[in-house]
Structures are given as C-alpha cells and as structure tokens.
C-alpha cells in the first residue's frame, strides 16, 4: 500500500465539512425558527412536503401556516432539549388542523430550533416496536461477539427489509473490518474484509458519536437547498444533527461504485467512543418510515448495551488473569531475589497470561534476555529513543522500527513489542518481544485512492477482495496483552520498590520492631502459659476421672485457640462475636445447629474481651449440651443480642424444652467463669438462673470493648442462621496413618488419639527426608502433615502425596495457610491444637 496516497486521501477527506452542506434529502422538508418562532431557513421543498396552500417564508411567523394546537405541541417538546445532541420527536402531529399528520424532529443548532418534517406513515411505530420487542429479547441471550454480530445482521435485515447488513467494527489503528453479514443471495459477500479508516473520515466519525442514524434514501435524488444558505451572523445552518441532511458527492460516487442506491448506517457508541456501525445497503432506492428509523435506532442501543455487556464480561476475565499473574509474581519474588537475575523464573509465568516470543530485561545497567529478543548492543543503542517517551507509559507496537529506527538491526528476530519502563531511572525497563509474521490483510478493494489530473481523490471502483502481504511487523498486541502487561509493570514496580535502598533502612527498622515484637510475644506466651496453668489447677475439682479432667481441660484450651484465631485473622483486631458462637456450637452440639437462634445486630469484639467471653460462651454452651436444652432431642436455645442505652453490648441466653433444670449443689470452677470473669475482667455484668424450665441468663459487656456493624450481611442482619456441620461418614476409618510431626509430645499424643479412634497401623515421621523415605515402603490410607519442620516444609511430602493420590491434611498453627489447601491439593486444614473430636472428623471424611 501507499501510505503516502492514503494520507493525502485523509487530509483532503477530512476536511470536508459534511455538517455544513446546506441542503437536505427530498423526502422530508426543514424549518429553523429562533426563539420567536419565526422562519430564519426554510428549505426549498417546504411547500410541496406540507401543503400547496402553504405560503411559509422567511421571516414570518410558523403561526401562519402551523395551527396553535401544533405550535403548542412543538414548543413543549423544545422544552426537553436539554442537551446540545438531543432530539425530541413528535409523532403524527396535525400541523394545519386539516386532519393531515406529520413526524417531526427537533434540535438545536447554535440559536436555532430545527424542525424536520416528514409525511407521517399510521402504525408505523407500534408495528416496528411489536416486531422489534421479541428480537431483543432474542439479542440479550448472547455472551459472543461474532455470534450477536451475526445473529443482529439477520434479525434488522429481517425488520428494514435492506438487501445487505453488515455490522462493523473499529479496529485499534482505525481501519475497520466487516465481522457479521446478513445479505440478499446473489450479491457477493463482504465478510472478514477490511476497509481503510480514509473510507469513514474523522469529522465523519465524530458525527456519528454525535447522531447515531445516518439514512440515504436515493443516491441519485438531487440535493433540497435550504434558504439561507447563511445565517443572519453570516455562518452556514450546522446540520450536524439532523436527519435528513444531505450527502456529499464523494460519499455518493463511494457508494455507486459498490452499486448501492440507498443506505443506511446505524453507530455502536460505547461509553462515548464509536466502537463499530450497522452498515445497511439497498441495491435500489429505499426509504424507511421515520416510525420504523426510530424502531432501528432503539435496536441499535440495545445491541450498545449487549456489546458492552460482552465486554465488560472480558474486562473482568481480564482484571482477573492480571490478579492471578500479580499473585504468581509476588510469590515468586518473596524471597527478594533480584529481577535481572530471576528472568529464567519471570518467563514461565508472563508467559502464562500473555504470549510472547522473546523478554529481555535491563536494570541498573545489567541486560539479561532470554528467547528471541535483541542482544545486548542491539538493545542498548535503542535506550537513548526510548528514555524520550512519555514517562510510565507502554511503548507498543507490531512493528517497532516504525517508531524506534535502530530497532531495524533485529526486526527479523524480534519486530513487535511491549517495552515497560520499570523504575523512574529512564535506563531501567522489561521487554516483551514477538517475532516477525508475515501477514496477509484482505482488503475491501485497493485501498489506495487515484488522484486526478486537478488533484481531486477518487474513491476507489473496486470492492472486491485485494490482499497485500505485509513485512517486518509481529502477530498484534490485543487489549487484553495491553491491559496485563500494564498489570505486569504495576506488579514489577512494587517488587523493585523492596529492593531498593529503602529496603535497607527497612530492614534497621524491622530489626527494632522485631525485638519489642519478641518482648511482646515473650510477654504474651508467658500469660497463656499462667492462664493454662491457672485452667489445669481449677478444673482438677470438676472432674470424676482423668478422662473427664482431659476432656474439660482440653474443651476450654480448644476454646482459647479458636477465639486466639479468630482475633488474629485479622491481626490482632476486634473479631465478630457470631464466630465465636459458631465454632462453640459446632464443636459441642454437632448436628443440633437447627436448634440454635442468634437474633440482633452484628458486633465485633475486642481482642482483650474475645478470649474471655470464649470461655464463657464455652462453658455455657457446653453445660447446655451435657445437662441443659442441648442434651435432648427437644430442646432450644435461643441468643438475643442487642446494644443497650450506653452502648454496651447486652446477651440474653434463654434455654427452652429440655429435661427439667436443677442448681447445682456446688460451685465448680465452670460457674465461676461463668459469673465472675466478665465482672472481674472487663467491668461488665454477668447473671444467671437456673429456672425450672430452662437456664436464663444475661451478659452486659462495657461499649469499649464493642463495635458495631451497621447496615447488614454478614454481621448485621436480624437473625443470624449458624452454618450446619457437613454429616460425617459412617464408612469405615483408614487403618494406615502416616504422621508427619516435629514436635515429639503433639506426635505422642496424635498417635494416642488416632490408636483410640481405631487406626492399626501409624507411621510417625518428624522430618522430610524420612517421610519420603517411609513412603517408599508404604502406601498409606492417609497422612497428617505438619506444615513447617523446623526450618523446613512439607510441601516435598505434599507432592509426593499427591502424586500418588494419597489423601492427606495439613496441620499447622498458621491459620492464613488455608488460601493454600487448594492450591496443593490437601483435604483441609488441621489447625492447632487440635485433639480427638477433630481427628475424628477427619477419618471419618
């Protein structure tokens, strides 16, 4: 192709001014009034288009000829022009009084109002609109491009009755390309062509962004002039938004060479940008009603509306993927290494989001490159161009010796490219390279223009297929590349920054953070360690046996460790109180979760109040089961929270329909928790009764300690429903454990509990080497594996397992570990401690 012809052809294309053509299309009449309602245009088919005994002319009033009925009717609909593009119309409209009807559309240019009138065709609309409702319902079912494309060119072709409808859309570099057809069957077809962007010029496209419906009735049909053909300010009558505006003469000879007598061409505007276009031709003169044009309009916004559906569908799909490659980048370069050292780990995973022949990168004056991209020197001579380029921005591009010359020396290893500069140091960036393609573009015809001998372009005679092979450019970026390596470069910039000479002061900083972080921790650990002890001594007096002192003692540890949890998901911040309540009756009374209500607003909880309320909804909870409403097959417990006149938190615990409740002929150390730890510890109040029908009892926890959640889901609603425990399997147990533990006393008494549930055979295993060493003389039915040995995982031991489709559960006092029980393949999570009931559940799954 001649770019230079095609150029040319653009300069002189646009600069026509097809808004400006001061005549219009004979099947309609135009009047522009001024705020008085007085003729300053009338077009020259006025009288012939409203009435032989019209006399309307310049400079009189429309009262003359327009009935006030009519004039009444019209200035009302000039009320809602409100917006410089906007047209009102008015629908079978007696203009006279005479009982004739006309359509009429209004708008504004500049000072004027624009009347454009045509005959009115009755039933027009409401048979268009009966057709038209069932045809987008058929539309909005798509989730394809190409087959809504395809689909909407038959269903307006079927509405419009037009002998070809094309539906077309804009490509990156504003050529556009034919993706759906609907066409009589003789005529040739004119799918997957492309049409140069000198065929739609650019004040053309920025008309059509503007008036969305452009209609030519007869190509042959001489021009309607309109009187004056300047306005009283000495300006031509802006014609930009009307609909029977005349074409030029250009357009006309374009589409008479293709043998078309009549069009119509309907814009696709998403989000203010001209996406693509109905193109519909008529091999002979074809006038549509003005009822049946505004049908095809409405039809056009709702295929506006699917095609930014389908859109934004991928829009998300792509914000995904650039998740994804974030999430894989971050992982990758947790451990700081360099960039330009780990170009060999960075290539497998860009590569899985986007296709790539070549990268190469190049950081504080080191490149590294690995596939097809240019060497070192190559490189290097190009970085001077490229420092010019708009900071923080993609340099892309099929062909990168168009806007970058040295890139010529290697444009047969590597022609196209996304350059990203990577730090705010104009010498640091990461290249993604395609390698050249030899492509073939099928043309609508030559798509270069002739010049006369006087220099006036020729549209081009010939429309059908011409093919030019085109060099030294790669296979083409799409949005979607785009779009990630922009998430790509975010992504690297944010590792860089860790890697910078921050980080050094960083890391000082963490050193003094680290330190009171061990004082504080020692601080902590030594509280728990006072508390256990402090819960061991106190409940020797409760228990008859020392499986019942084992299984009190352990209840209430199990219960500080899912409240310990529960704050620190959330890095040691208030945790919501329904968890708390959750994990209590799910550990206690499995299979009963029915029978508890929660009603009130949601709360959080502070860190300092979680653990001791934990122990008091765990011992509630847990007399409840043994001795209260939980314990038959009848009964219901019923947990109303609310906030009260200071804030405070208020909890009425009301029991019903169990065995009949007697005190307690002594005071363990159960009750005291009960009565005395929110009083002692956070200034609260605490009651209980012991009716005959059913304990009662009520906890006012200090507003300090509350937040609460205003406005709903999850923690806000009326009534919470607790989530019901999956029903274990009554299917035999494994008999083959293998136990990957470090700790000797957790691996001791792991093995006790799985001996006591019925396992024959357990393998204990404290490290990574002898665990796949067992494994080579063993095939167990199932494995536990503590995630981190000392200064090592597991997760060889993982891979091994599964491989072998062995199934197994990681245990661990990491509770973050559970975004990754997926991602390698484990049943769940173990989290520590955990004790018998949990290892039954895991056998019995």
Not at 253 to 267: D, F, P, Q
Not at 388 to 413: R, S, W, Y
Not at 452 to 461: A, E, Q, V
């Amino acid at each position: 192709m001649n770019r230079g012809t095609e150029q040319s052809s653009l300069t002189d294309c646009d600069r026509e001014p097809v808004h400006l053509i001061g005549a219009i299309q004979g099947f309609g009449t135009l009047i522009a009034v001024n705020g008085d309602w007085i003729v300053a245009h009338l077009a020259d088919n006025a009288q012939e288009i409203l009435c032989a005994e019209c006399t309307l002319e310049l400079g009189e009033a429309v009262s003359v000829s327009f009935c006030p009925d009519a004039i009444a009717e019209l200035r009302s609909a000039t009320s809602s022009l409100l917006d410089p593009d906007a047209i009102e119309r008015v629908f079978g409209i007696d203009l006279h009084g005479d009982g004739r009807l006309f359509d009429c559309a209004l708008h504004i240019s500049d000072s004027l109002f624009i009347l454009e009138i045509e005959p009115h065709e009755v039933g027009a609309v409401e048979r268009g609109m009966k057709v038209v409702r069932p045809l987008l319902k058929r539309l909005e079912q798509h989730r394809d491009l190409r087959e809504m494309g395809d689909n909407a060119c038959k269903l307006l072709r079927e509405l419009l009755g037009y002998d070809r409808v094309m539906l077309y859309r804009f490509r990156q570099d504003d050529s556009g390309e034919v993706i759906a057809e609907a066409k009589r069957g003789d005529l040739e077809t004119f799918l997957d062509l492309r049409y140069p962007r000198a065929d739609i010029p650019q004040q053309a496209r920025a008309l059509f962004v503007r008036n969305r419906f452009r209609l030519i009735a007869d190509m042959r049909s001489d021009p309607v002039a309109i009187r004056p053909a300047v306005a009283f300010e000495g300006k031509p009558l802006d014609l930009s938004m009307s609909v029977l505006r005349s074409h030029s003469q250009m357009h006309v000879e374009y589409m008479r060479n293709m043998g078309v007598n009549a069009s119509l061409a309907i814009s696709i505007v998403i989000r203010g940008k001209l996406w693509g276009m109905f193109a519909c031709h008529h091999m002979e003169p074809r006038l549509l009603s003005y009822g049946l044009r505004t049908v095809a309009e409405l039809f056009s916004e709702i295929v506006s509306l699917v095609v930014d559906r389908i859109q934004s569908a991928k829009i998300n799909r792509q914000q995904e993927a650039s998740r994804l490659l974030h999430d894989r980048l971050m992982r990758s370069f947790a451990d700081g290494d360099a960039l330009i050292e780990s170009l060999p780990a960075l290539a497998p995973i860009v590569s899985r989001a986007i296709e790539f022949d070549g990268i190469s990168v190049l950081i504080d004056g080191v490149y590294n490159a690995k596939g097809h991209a240019p060497d070192e020197d190559q490189f290097r001579r190009m970085v001077p161009r490229l420092n010019t380029a708009p900071t923080g921005k993609l340099i892309v591009t099929e062909c990168l010796a168009d806007v970058v010359a040295e890139a010529e020396a290697f444009q047969a290893k590597a022609a196209g490219a996304i350059i990203m500069p990577i730090s705010k140091r104009p010498r640091d960036f990461l290249a993604l390279w395609r390698r050249e393609e030899l492509q073939t573009v099928t043309w609508a015809g030559d798509p270069n223009k002739t010049v006369d001998g006087d220099g006036r372009i020729n549209p081009r005679k010939s429309f059908s297929a011409w093919q030019e092979t085109m060099r030294g450019r790669s296979r083409e970026w799409n949005d979607q590349d785009v779009q990630l390596a922009e998430g790509l470069r975010t992504s690297l910039l944010e590792i860089i920054l860790r890697l910078t000479e921050e980080q050094v002061q960083e890391r000082a900083r963490s050193q003094q953070q680290q330190e009171l972080l061990i004082a504080e921790l020692n601080h902590r650990v030594r509280n728990i360690l006072n508390l256990i002890k402090g819960l061991i001594s106190q409940s020797r007096g409760e228990a008859t046996s020392i499986e019942d002192f084992s299984e009190i003692v352990g209840g209430r540890i199990s219960s500080l460790a899912s409240a310990h949890d529960n704050i620190t998901k959330g890095n040691w911040s208030p945790a919501p109180f329904r968890l708390l309540i959750e994990s209590e009756v799910n550990a206690y009374v499995s299979g009963k979760q029915d029978r508890v209500k929660v009603t009130g607003p949601g709360v959080m909880i502070a860190p300092e109040a979680y653990t001791v309320l934990a122990l008091v909804i765990h011992e509630m909870v847990t007399n409840s089961a043994k001795y209260g409403s939980l314990s038959d097959s009848s009964g219901a417990l019923d947990i109303r929270i609310s906030e009260g006149p200071s804030g405070d938190l208020e909890i009425a615990w009301a029991e019903s329909g169990g065995p009949p409740v007697k005190p307690p002929q002594r005071r363990g150390f159960g009750s005291t928790i009960i009565e005395r730890s929110v009083p002692h510890e956070l200034g609260g109040q605490a009651t209980i009764d012991y009716n005959l029908s059913g304990v009662t009892a009520r906890f006012s926890i200090p507003r300090e300690f509350v937040t609460w959640i205003k406005g709903g889901a999850p923690d806000g609603t009326s009534e919470m429903v607790l989530p019901t425990k999956p029903a274990t399997s009554n299917g035999e147990i494994p008999q083959s454990v293998l136990l990957v533990e470090d700790s000797m006393i957790i691996a001791l008494d792991t093995e006790d509990c799985l001996k006591e549930l019925g396992v024959d055979t357990i393998r204990v295993e404290s490290t990574v080497a002898g665990a796949l060493k067992a494994l080579e003389g063993l095939t167990p039915e199932l494995a536990i594996l503590d995630y981190n040995l000392g200064n090592e995982s597991s997760e060889k031991v993982a891979e091994e397992l599964s491989r072998r489709e062995i199934p197994y559960w990681l245990a661990t006092g990491y509770g973050e570990m559970g975004d990754r029980i997926e991602e390698m393949g484990a049943q769940g999570l173990l989290t520590k401690p955990y004790g018998k009931e949990e290892l039954k559940s895991i056998l019995n799954a």
